[in-house]
């Protein structure tokens, strides 16, 4: 079982090779297919496996797969898998000098997500997050024009300098643990309870650890770069940056915050994290409600959904379960999304919302899928982010953040309201032409409405049937959820 | 001898640490910025040495031979090759000299105080300098957000992880080996594609004033 550790190291680091020297052509363009692959199905395994109740490590404890990692490397995969084989029909438009480049980066991408998912050492899960931003990159200024670079500099720039605060706090985290005799970064033994840890020190560090992977998670008042990194990577590449990337920035301040909750209460952590969450909703219902472009709205409304996960997981262990369930269903709808997306702006040739109207009528193969995961996203049940917000407002409410949640919900209304109105505006109503004016134009004959998915169906159908049935699998998934959310609430 | 000679050694390297980053922000030559930067690297390396030797540990040795590599001379020669090709290599910082320099001051007098009541149960003599390294970040951020030059945004950012690499020097004798050299690749790398967006958009645009990215907005 052990060996389901590094697979999801090895073979996208194979692949990747392989994409760039070339020795990939029998694959294709499948590649980063197979990688999302192999991390999905070590993923699988480690699940496995922790049901069992084993613990499974490699080199030394380095590596490690309790629940909680298990769990984010299956999300990882599987949004993964949904972006990069959903993406298969738009990665061709690439220019073909850089599709080998494109598919290793992609590859590594993965890699780095999965070594910072399965790490048992703050300082090398730090590595891995500062790596993929190194691989993204690239991809996000892959179409190489002007508003393309502009969107990779400011993201580079902002999200290392972002990742080196957090690595003052790291350091600062590990000059605190000089006190146990062997200073350490596992996060197994920081998050003992009864180590005798400096308790300035691990605020110190905590509160910038926390702050530098709050930019990578795309948490206000450091988002500014969200936006346009989401909107100008290609549709695949914001797949996976939104669905997961975050996610495992988000999974970071989860196991930073059970250190400083064991040593300085949850107090602290609890504050900031929820004025970030609650300015994030803000920032998020302010932009959207004046959205112009639907890869942008996309990209706002990720900070809404991360802000939210912030919200609960300011609220601590009840709220947890709710959380985890959030990344999956989140990932998932967001991939879903952005993969549409991508081919809506191909076939349209737009990423104005004032230009793409009534695709319902025009191009149901786009509008139908657009529209579910729509749903899904502004949280209609039985969609699975519809419970975990119910369970984060819940969980809320009964451990005294009433006004906090109560804050959140009314901003989820008017994100609500948003949404729903660009998604109408996009895809319902007449064709233009048709209703201006009948006698103006002659010429409007009604055209066949195109029902072509333009690209593959299939992990769109499986991604958006997940999302919808997984709340309601009690075992292993509530199972699972629970023991991933006891590992960060520590000895409880 | 050696315990004797090791405090001055230690305020020696800090000392020089801090005059580098405190003479980036005065200095508005790019090339001039990229020496200092360079002496700077060699420097955090002495204090890595110092470190080394008053431990008596063979690794952290070979973590100052890695800073001298890395900070010392790859860096800067990836900067100096960048700035060559510039058209401009001068600045118009948003601050001029004089306020910039105060602003230093500030900076280090701030960082004394969060660094007194930080590291208020540690008397050792590395910890006493921990404060510089928490100067230095905070100059490094004084850098990023004054400077308009693509390259000049790139020194800010490695004077702020300098500081931090001098940070976890002094008061815990540095991360393990195998993270220092993690740590020391990924700058190495977010430099290097710095470097290369930083030679597009002088093709693009025929200079590397970031001032003019500001097309993506809401």
């Known amino acids: 079982m052990d060996l389901a550790l590094w697979t999801p190291l090895a073979v996208p680091v194979v692949l990747a090779v392989l994409s760039l020297t070339g020795g990939a052509r029998p694959l294709g363009r499948l590649g980063p297919v197979a990688s999302s692959a192999a991390v999905l199905l070590s993923g699988l395994l480690l699940v496995v496996a922790v049901l069992d109740g084993k613990v499974p490590s490699l080199g030394g404890g380095v590596l490690r797969a309790d629940a909680l990692s298990a769990y984010m490397l299956t999300v990882v995969g599987a949004v993964g898998l949904v972006s990069t084989w959903g993406g298969l029909g738009h990665a061709t438009a690439a220019p073909g000098r850089f599709v080998g480049s494109y598919d290793a980066l992609i590859s590594v991408f993965l890699a780095a997500m999965s070594l910072a998912v399965l790490a048992d050492n703050i300082g090398l899960m730090w590595a891995a997050v500062e790596a993929t931003t190194i691989t993204t990159a690239f991809l996000v200024g892959h179409h190489r024009t002007r508003s393309s670079l502009e969107a990779a500099w400011k993201y580079v720039i902002l999200g290392s300098v972002g990742v080196a605060i957090a690595l003052l706090g790291i350091v600062l985290i590990y000059a605190a643990s000089r006190g146990t005799g062997e200073p350490t970064l596992s996060w197994l033994v920081l998050s003992h309870t009864d180590l005798p840890l400096d308790p300035a020190l691990i605020r110190a560090g905590g509160a910038l650890a926390v702050l530098g992977f709050a930019t990578k998670a795309g948490l206000a008042p450091m988002h500014s770069w969200l936006p346009d990194a989401h909107s100008q990577a290609p549709a695949p590449v914001s797949g996976l940056m939104s669905g997961v990337l975050l996610a495992v920035a988000l999974y970071a301040i989860l196991r930073i915050q059970t250190i400083t909750d064991a040593v300085i209460g949850p107090d602290f952590l609890r504050v900031m994290l929820s004025v970030g969450g609650l300015l994030s909703l803000f920032v998020a219902a302010a932009l959207l409600i004046r959205q112009r472009d639907f890869k942008r709205m996309l990209a706002y409304s990720s900070i809404e959904h991360m802000g939210m996960m912030a919200v609960g997981a300011a609220i601590g262990p009840a709220a947890l379960p709710a959380v985890l369930l959030y990344v999956l269903g989140h990932g998932l709808t967001k991939a879903t999304l952005f993969v549409v997306s991508g081919r809506i702006l191909e076939v349209e040739g737009t990423p104005r919302i004032d230009d793409v109207r009534a695709l319902l009528v025009r191009r149901p193969g786009l509008a139908v899928p657009w529209l579910i995961a729509m749903a899904a996203l502004v949280g209609f049940p039985p969609f699975s982010i519809f419970f975990s917000e119910v369970g984060i407002i819940v969980a809320g409410f009964g451990t005294g953040m009433g006004v906090v949640v109560g804050v959140a919900l009314v901003l989820l209304l008017v994100i609500f309201a948003a949404l729903t109105r660009l998604t109408v505006a996009m895809t319902i109503g007449a064709p233009a032409g048709v209703d201006a004016d009948p006698g103006a134009t002659p010429g409007s004959v009604r055209v066949a409405p195109d029902r072509s998915a333009h690209g593959p169906r299939l992990p769109l159908i499986l991604a958006l049937g997940t999302t919808a049935v997984v709340a309601f699998i009690a075992e292993p998934v509530g199972t699972l959820l629970a023991r991933a959310a006891a590992v960060l609430g520590g000895a409880q | ?218």
């Open chain 2, 1 to 218: 001898m050696f315990a004797s000679v090791f405090p001055q050694l230690i305020g020696l390297c800090t000392g020089a640490l801090l005059l580098t980053s405190a003479l980036m922000v005065w200095r508005h030559s790019l090339l001039a910025s990229i020496r200092l930067l360079s002496v700077q690297g060699f420097a955090l390396a002495a204090l890595v040495a110092v470190i080394g030797v008053e431990e008596r540990e063979a690794e952290v040795i070979i973590v100052s031979v890695l800073v001298v590599l890395v900070k010392g001379m790859a860096l800067p020669w990836v900067l100096a090759h960048e700035t060559r090709a510039t058209t401009r290599t001068d600045e118009a910082p948003r601050l001029n000299p004089t306020a910039g320099l105060l602003t230093v001051a500030l900076l280090t007098i701030l960082s004394y105080v969060v660094a007194s009541r930080l590291l208020s149960g540690d008397t050792s003599i590395s910890a006493h300098a921990a404060p510089i390294g928490l100067a230095m970040v905070l100059i490094g951020f004084l850098l990023l957000v004054t400077r308009r030059q693509a390259g000049s945004q790139l020194i800010g950012f490695l004077v702020l992880d300098n500081g931090i690499a001098t940070v976890a020097f002094l008061t815990s004798g540095g991360v393990p080996l195998f993270l220092e050299l993690g740590i020391s690749l990924d700058v190495l790398l977010v430099v290097v594609i710095l470097y290369v967006f930083a030679g597009r958009m002088r093709n693009k645009f025929g200079n590397t004033d970031i001032d003019q990215l500001r097309k993506l907005h809401d």
